[in-house]
T-cell receptor, first 114, second 113 residues
């Protein structure tokens, strides 16, 4: 029940196109849904995050869409650029026994081609 | 602030050897975590700590040990290294709060031969 399922595993998008990465979860105790961006040889870094009481959050070219009833959320990258090429992880956080635990998806490797 | 620092960046171990992966954060964060990242598997939580002197197991703790004697440091100990422990290890820290951000270190790439 702690799983977060992420798809696709890899994605190739042309420059200027829209990149879409999807995630689904089962545990209704999750209360915070961050997306992390990871460049090769680096640690993941927070990109954007959403709470379940909001259906959409936009920051620049990055948008999270959240469907609470379907237990799904997605990351949209508008006007994708070669510099966006990275691995993206969705995640979900729950509090258990007084501490927070974050469950990560398996990652999507995005390649934006010129 | 340096954020979260990890040493070493790379290490090759022989089967049965031991080593300690170091992690230090200078943000005075309460929570610290150790993850391992295997190709196509995302990040798996090994151990976490909610403060100095308090640690607990995550999803994949077998073969590892941790300690937290100070707020800043959270070393991960591998005893009797095995090839299955070949992975990239990330340390992270979080300040307690509702919309906490996990800050990750740059990782340690470990190969056990």
């Amino acid at each position: 029940q702690q799983q977060v399922k992420q798809s696709p595993q890899s994605l190739i998008v042309q420059k200027g196109g829209i990149s879409i990465i999807n995630c689904a979860y089962e545990n209704t105790a999750f209360d915070y849904f961050p997306w992390y961006q990871q460049f090769p040889g680096k640690g993941p870094a927070l990109l954007i995050a959403i709470r379940p009481d909001v259906s959409e959050k936009k920051e620049g070219r990055f948008t999270i869409s959240f469907n609470k009833s379907a237990k799904q959320f997605s990351l949209h990258i508008m006007d994708s650029q070669p510099g966006d090429s990275a691995t993206y992880f969705c995640a979900a956080r729950a509090y258990s026994g007084g501490y927070q635990k974050v469950t990560f998806g398996t990652g999507t490797k995005l390649q934006v081609i010129p | 602030n340096a954020g979260v620092t990890q040493t070493p960046k790379f290490r090759i171990l022989k089967i049965g050897q031991s080593m300690t992966l170091q992690c230090t954060q200078d943000m005075n964060h309460n929570y610290m975590y150790w993850y391992r990242q295997d190709p196509g598997m995302g990040l798996k939580l090994i151990y976490y700590s909610v403060g100095a002197g308090i640690t607990d197991k995550g999803e994949v703790p077998n073969g590892y040990n941790v300690s937290r004697s100070t707020t800043e440091d959270f070393p991960l100990r591998l005893e009797l290294a095995a090839p299955s422990q070949t992975s990239v290890y990330f340390c992270a820290s979080t300040e307690r709060g509702y919309q906490d951000t996990q800050y990750f270190g740059p990782g340690t790439r470990l190969t056990v031969l």
